[in-house]
């Protein structure tokens, strides 16, 4: 169990596009999700957390305006790229977590954006 | 100093070699604790969580150093497939966020 998706697994696109994120928890109901990125050679950067029906808690340093996440309900949130460039290439990684196994996160396959 | 430390690597060590890895954290408050894998471009895996008392997992064991606020995971008789990069995780207390070290690469040989 604790399946989680994301779509699209890739995506290329020019700059001054958006491009949107899905994440789902597919077995499970996620109490809170979580979006990260990780550029090459490097950990992962958690950007945001978020809750259900409320709005989400961006980490120091990350744009709201520019990365706006979504979460409508417990087995879905979105993360939106505004106005991509180049420098937002990245690999974006969602997690979720559900209360009743505690602090775990399971992690989605990964968004692999190329702007160009 | 950063809040979770690892040793980057890369270890480079014979299949069958006994390899250990530490991974330091700030928090003196986080209370629960993590190993991940990730192998290249793919999303990391949970490879075992952490607890007080140590817990083993097979070829792998992984123990908990309060005192000196350092987690270790130790792979025995690595196997060309456990190469990858081990992520180790120590969420501030209170919270749920995920602070994740550097990751240590294996790079187990032939």
């Known amino acids: 169990g604790a399946v989680v998706s994301q779509h699209p697994s890739r995506v290329i696109c020019k700059s001054g596009t958006s491009v949107k994120i899905e994440c789902r928890s597919l077995d499970f109901q996620a109490t809170t999700m979580f979006w990260y990125r990780q550029f090459p050679k490097q950990s992962l950067m958690l950007m945001a957390t978020s809750n259900e029906g409320s709005k989400a808690t961006y980490e120091q340093g990350v744009e709201k305006d520019k990365f706006l996440i979504n979460h409508a309900s417990l087995t879905l949130s979105t993360l939106t790229v505004t106005s991509a460039h180049p420098e937002d290439s990245s690999f974006y990684i969602c997690?979720?977590?559900?209360?009743?196994?505690?602090?775990?996160?399971?992690f989605g396959p990964g968004t692999r954006l190329t702007v160009l | 100093r950063k809040e979770v430390e690892q040793d980057p690597g890369p270890f480079n060590v014979p299949e069958g070699a006994t390899v250990a890895f530490n991974c330091t954290y700030s928090?003196?408050?986080?209370?629960?604790f993590f190993w991940y894998r990730q192998d290249c471009r793919k999303e990391p895996k949970l490879l075992m969580s952490v607890y007080s008392s140590g817990n083993e997992d097979g070829r792998f064991t992984a123990q908990l150093n309060r005192a000196s606020q350092y987690i270790s995971l130790l792979i025995r008789d690595s196997k060309l497939s456990d190469s990858a990069t081990y992520l180790c995780v120590a969420p501030p207390g209170g919270t749920y966020k995920y602070i994740f070290g550097t990751g240590t690469r294996l790079k187990v040989l032939a």
């Open positions: 997690s979720a977590r559900t209360a009743n196994r505690g602090d775990t996160q399971y």
């Open positions: 928090n003196s408050a986080s209370q629960s």
